[in-house]
C-alpha cells in the first residue's frame, strides 16, 4: 500500500500548477468567457512540453500508461479552470485506442494526439441515460458500415480530425471513428461555456478499419471509455472543488463581520471543514479506481463510485462556497463563479450521482 | 501509488479470519449474547484471552523488546478489522493503548507485573479520563493525587469507566500539579480496583452498554504506580486517544453487515418472483452505504499508512473521525430501511442473528460522534490544520 506520489508525479504536478497559474490568470480567463473556450496556443505549449502524452505508452510519443499521472493533468486542469477540452481526446479516444486497438493507424492516432494532434469522441446521446445502448445505429453492408444517429456533448469537434462515435449494430456495438468532414455540427451553448456540439450523422460510410477494438470486444471497449471517462471527470472535479475549499479558506480567514473575521465562527468553519471532509473521501476514490484501472480493463464499480463521489462533492462544495462568500461569490468579477459553473458539468456529464447510485446498487444486488 | 493490500497482508487476514473462527466457540458466542457480558467479562471471554495470549496474538503493536510482534501500522488495522468482524469483544484498550505504553514508561514493577500479565490475557484496564464536569475540556479533569511519603493519594470521580465493573487496574488520569496551566499538571497512574478506596456504580446505557460511575477514596498507591514522568501524562493520553480514534472508525463491522444484510435481501422473497434487491429503492441504499464505506475504507487505510512513515496529519486523523462515526449512523439507517420494520424486532426466529446485531448496533452507533473527541471539537482541528482558517470561538 501506497498513497505517496512518485518523485515525476510531483515534477508534472509541480510543473502543471506553474504553467497553469501563468497562463490561465483571471485576465486571461475571461478572454474565453464569451469566445470560444478553447486556448489553442496552451494546448500547443502543453503537447510541446510533453503533457499531452501522459497516459500513453512510450512507444507512441507518450511518457508512459500511468493513468494517476493523467489524473494529475486533469485534478490541475480542473483547479485552474484552463480554458481546454482535454477529456474527448487524452481520454476517451487516446486510451481507448491505445488499449483497444490492434491497428497500427490508429496507433498512429494515439501518438498524433500526443503530439498535439485534436480528436474527440460523441458518445452521450440526447435523454438516452444508458451510454452502453446507443441509439445510433451501425448497418454492415458489404465493405461498408452505414451509420445513422445523433451524438451531442461531444468536444471541440470543429477543431477535431476524426470523431470516435459509440453506435448499436447486428454485430454489438461498436465503437469507429468517423471524419469530421462526414458529420454535421451545431455547436452548443452550455452553463460553463465548453464548446460542445450536436454532431449529426446522416448515413455516414466507414469502412471495417475505422472500427478501434477487435471484432465482439465493442461493447467492453465502449465500457471502458466510460469508465475512464467518469474517472477522469472525477479528477476535473476534484481540482474544482479543492479550489472552491481553498477560496472558501482564504475568504472566510479574511472578511471581517462583527468586528471579527467570519473564519472564527463555527458554524462558518464547521462547513468549510465539512468540504474538507468531502474533498478528502474524492480525492481517494479517484485514487482508488484510477489506480485499480491501471491493473484491470473493467473497474466499473470503482469508477462509478469516484463519479457518485464527484457529484456530491461538485453540488455540495459548491454551494458552501457561494454562500460563505456571500456576494463576492457571484461577482463576476472575483473567481469562483467560473468553478461553480465547472462544477456543474463535471457533476451531471457522463451520469449524475443519482443515475450512478442506481447503476451501482444493480451492480452489487447482481453480484450473488 | 498502489491502492490494495499486499499479498502478506491478505494472508495476515485469512489466518486471523480462520483463527477467530476457532476461537469462538458457541459456549462463548452464547456467553457473548448475553446482555451482561456484551463487552467480555465472563469466563468464556476470559478464556479465550488466555488462548490468545498464549497463541502470541496479543501485543501485536508492542516493540519486540517488550515481548510484541511490532507489527506495522496496517497490519494492526487488519488485525482490529477481523477481530471486529466476528464481535469478540477485545480488550485493544488494555492490549494496544495502555499496555505499550505500561511496557515502555511504566517503572520496573510496572513492566514486570503488569505489562507481562496483559501480554499473557491476564489482565483487563478500564480508562479513567472523564469526570462529572470534564468530558470534551478533558483537561480541567479534577481528580487529584497527592504526593506522600513513598506514594500517592487518590481522590476524585470518574464518569463513563467502561469494563470497570471486571477490570483488574484502572489507567487513571489525575491532577498532580494545581499551579500550572491545565494540561501541565496531569499524571498517569495504575489503580487496582480491589482496593478499598475504590467503587463503583453501575450506568445503564442506550445501547445495552454498560458503563459506570466510578469513585476513587483515599487510595494510596506506591510511586511504582506512577507511568510516565510526573506531570507529564498529557501526552500519554494524546497519543491513547489517536490511535483509539482509528480503531473507533474502523470499516471492518459495518461492511461486516452490509454483506450480511446484502445476502439476505439477495435471498429473502417479498413475492413469487421478486426478491427484496429487486426494488430500486433498495438497490439504492445498498449503493450509498457501498460508496461511503470504500471511501472509509480508505481513509482509514491512509491513516494507517501515514502513520507507519511516522508521519502525523491533524487534519486527516480528524477526517476520519467525524467521517466515520457520522457514515455509522447514516449506514445503520440505511439497512435497517432495507430490513423494514423487521429490523426493531430483537428476537424474531428467523432473522434473529442478523436483526439483533441491526437493533443493537443502531443503538450503540451515537457514542462515537461525541466520544473519543467530539466531532466539533474535529471540525475545528480540520479547519486550523487542514484548511489553516483561524481558530474559532
Not at chain 2, 478506596?197 to 498507591?221: H, P, W
Request: net charge negative; aromatic share 8%; hydrophobic share 40%.
Amino acid at each position: 500500500m501506497d498513497f505517496s506520489e512518485l518523485s515525476h508525479q510531483q515534477e508534472i504536478r509541480e510543473s502543471l500548477n506553474k504553467i497553469f497559474s501563468e497562463k490561465c490568470s483571471p485576465e486571461k480567463l475571461k478572454n474565453f468567457d464569451n469566445e470560444f473556450k478553447h486556448d489553442e496556443k496552451l494546448y500547443d505549449f502543453l503537447a510541446s512540453n510533453g503533457y499531452l502524452g501522459l497516459g500513453i505508452n512510450e512507444k507512441l510519443s507518450g511518457s508512459g500508461e500511468d493513468l494517476y499521472d493523467l489524473g494529475i493533468l486533469f485534478e490541475c486542469f480542473g483547479f485552474h479552470a484552463a480554458p481546454l477540452c482535454l477529456t474527448g481526446c487524452l481520454v476517451d479516444v487516446a486510451q481507448t485506442l491505445q488499449k483497444f486497438s490492434k491497428n497500427e493507424n490508429h496507433q498512429s492516432i494515439v501518438s498524433s494526439i500526443a503530439q498535439g494532434e485534436i480528436y474527440t469522441s460523441a458518445i452521450l446521446e440526447p435523454l438516452n441515460h444508458d451510454p452502453e445502448n446507443p441509439t445510433t445505429t451501425a448497418v454492415f453492408d458489404g465493405e461498408k458500415i452505414i451509420i445513422n444517429g445523433t451524438k451531442y456533448l461531444s468536444e471541440i469537434s470543429s477543431l477535431a480530425k476524426g470523431i470516435l462515435i459509440s453506435a448499436s449494430s447486428n454485430k454489438g456495438v461498436i465503437l469507429a471513428l468517423v471524419k469530421t468532414d462526414n458529420v454535421k455540427l451545431t455547436q452548443l451553448t452550455s452553463t460553463a461555456n465548453s464548446p460542445l456540439f450536436k454532431v449529426e450523422l446522416k448515413n455516414v460510410s466507414i469502412v471495417e478499419s475505422d472500427v478501434v477494438h477487435e471484432e465482439g470486444r465493442g461493447l467492453e471497449a465502449l465500457k471502458y471509455l466510460l469508465q475512464i471517462n467518469m474517472v477522469m471527470r472525477s479528477y476535473i472535479a476534484l481540482g474544482v472543488t479543492n479550489k472552491m475549499t481553498s477560496l472558501i479558506a482564504s475568504y472566510t480567514s479574511e472578511r471581517e463581520q462583527f468586528g471579527r473575521v467570519i473564519g472564527t465562527f463555527q458554524a462558518v468553519s464547521h462547513r468549510a471543514a465539512d468540504c474538507f471532509i468531502e474533498l478528502e473521501c474524492l480525492r481517494l476514490v479517484n485514487q482508488q479506481a484510477s489506480t485499480n484501472l491501471n491493473t484491470s480493463l473493467d473497474c466499473e464499480n470503482d469508477a462509478l463510485v469516484s463519479k457518485i463521489w464527484a457529484g456530491n462533492a461538485c453540488h455540495k462544495i459548491s454551494y458552501s462556497a457561494q454562500h460563505l462568500h456571500g456576494g463576492a461569490g457571484v461577482d463576476r468579477d472575483y473567481v469562483l463563479w467560473r468553478y461553480c459553473l465547472l462544477a456543474k458539468e463535471c457533476e451531471l456529464i457522463n451520469g449524475s450521482a443519482s443515475q450512478n447510485i442506481e447503476r451501482l446498487g444493480l451492480n452489487i444486488t447482481a453480484n450473488q | 501509488m498502489l491502492i490494495q493490500l499486499n499479498s502478506q497482508q491478505a494472508k495476515l487476514k485469512d489466518e486471523l479470519h480462520e483463527y477467530f473462527k476457532g476461537l469462538l466457540t458457541p459456549e462463548l458466542k452464547a456467553e457473548l449474547n448475553n446482555p451482561e457480558h456484551f463487552e467480555g467479562g465472563g469466563p468464556e471471554f476470559k478464556k479465550a484471552m488466555l488462548t490468545m495470549g498464549k497463541d502470541g496474538w496479543i501485543g501485536l503493536s508492542w516493540k519486540k523488546e517488550f515481548g510484541g510482534k511490532e507489527l506495522s501500522p496496517i497490519e494492526q488495522y487488519i488485525f482490529v478489522e477481523t477481530v471486529m468482524r466476528t464481535g469478540f469483544p477485545f480488550p485493544f484498550l488494555t492490549t494496544e493503548s495502555v499496555g505499550p505504553m505500561i511496557a515502555e514508561y511504566g517503572s520496573d514493577w510496572a513492566k514486570e507485573e503488569i505489562a507481562t500479565k496483559i501480554l499473557q490475557g491476564k489482565l483487563i484496564f478500564g480508562i479513567g479520563y472523564s469526570e462529572p464536569n470534564s468530558g470534551t475540556d478533558l483537561a480541567s479533569l479534577q481528580t487529584k493525587a497527592i504526593k506522600e511519603k513513598d506514594g500517592y493519594i487518590i481522590n476524585g470521580q470518574k464518569m463513563w469507566t467502561s469494563l470497570a465493573n471486571f477490570s483488574d487496574y484502572i489507567w487513571l488520569a489525575a491532577r498532580t500539579d494545581f499551579e500550572v496551566k491545565n494540561h501541565k499538571g496531569i499524571s498517569m497512574f495504575i489503580v487496582p480496583t480491589n482496593d478499598p478506596g475504590f467503587s463503583l456504580t453501575a450506568i445503564n446505557t442506550l445501547g445495552d452498554v454498560r458503563t459506570n460511575a466510578t469513585f476513587y477514596e483515599n487510595i494510596k498507591v506506591p510511586d511504582s504506580h506512577l507511568v510516565g514522568e510526573i506531570n507529564q501524562g498529557w501526552s500519554l493520553i494524546t497519543s491513547q486517544l489517536n490511535l483509539e480514534r482509528l480503531a473507533l472508525v474502523n470499516h471492518g463491522p459495518v461492511e461486516e453487515l452490509y454483506r450480511n444484510v446484502l445476502e439476505l435481501a439477495q435471498n429473502t422473497k417479498i413475492s413469487n418472483d421478486q426478491f427484496l434487491t429487486d426494488l430500486s429503492w433498495v438497490k439504492q441504499n445498498f449503493a450509498q452505504i457501498h460508496s461511503g464505506i470504500e471511501a472509509l475504507k480508505l481513509i482509514c487505510w491512509k491513516q494507517t499508512w501515514i502513520m507507519e512513515s511516522d508521519q502525523l496529519n491533524m487534519a486527516e486523523a480528524s477526517v476520519a473521525k467525524v467521517y466515520g462515526s457520522e457514515f455509522f449512523i447514516e449506514a445503520y439507517r440505511l439497512l435497517m430501511e432495507i430490513m423494514g420494520e423487521l429490523s426493531i424486532l430483537k428476537n424474531d426466529s428467523e432473522l434473529k442473528i442478523l436483526n439483533a446485531r441491526l437493533e443493537r448496533m443502531y443503538r450503540t452507533a451515537s457514542i462515537l460522534t461525541f466520544g473519543g473527541g467530539t466531532n466539533e471539537v474535529q471540525r475545528d482541528i480540520i479547519a486550523m490544520a487542514g484548511l489553516f482558517m483561524p481558530r474559532s470561538r
